[in-house]
Nanobody
């Protein structure tokens, strides 16, 4: 079993910054891709940013140039540095990881519980 625990959400004014963290723990053999998704009220969950185990990154057009995803493989942790935040960035942010656990023959998708980010003056 794998647990993903997010931290770093909160209330921030427009133009401000926040850094989200997500630490994976459990019987982990290897983590492939990690990502951040978000879901605003009344909207579908959308991909914000993703990072491969090799460090390749991908971003939603709406956050390019403002958000940076990174990971620390030694700590099984993924980060999302968010800058120049806008009210439309308000959402619950979810961590995702594609993980092979010890004894498993294939990777499995795991999700965090979500952390609220609110951008408002």
């Amino acid at each position: 079993q794998v647990q993903l625990v997010e931290s770093g959400g909160g209330l921030v004014q427009p133009g401000g910054s926040l850094r989200l963290s997500c630490a994976a723990s459990g019987s982990i053999l290897s983590i492939y891709s990690m990502a951040w998704y978000r879901q605003a009220p009344g909207k579908q969950r959308e991909l914000v940013a993703a990072i491969s185990d090799g460090g390749s990154t991908d971003y939603a057009d709406s956050v390019k140039g403002r958000f940076t995803i990174s990971r620390d493989n030694a700590k099984n942790t993924v980060y999302l540095q968010m800058s120049s935040l806008k009210p439309e960035d308000t959402a619950v942010y979810y961590c995702f990881a594609d993980v092979i656990t010890r004894g498993a023959s294939a990777p499995y998708d795991y999700w965090g519980q979500g952390t609220q980010v609110t951008v408002s003056s």
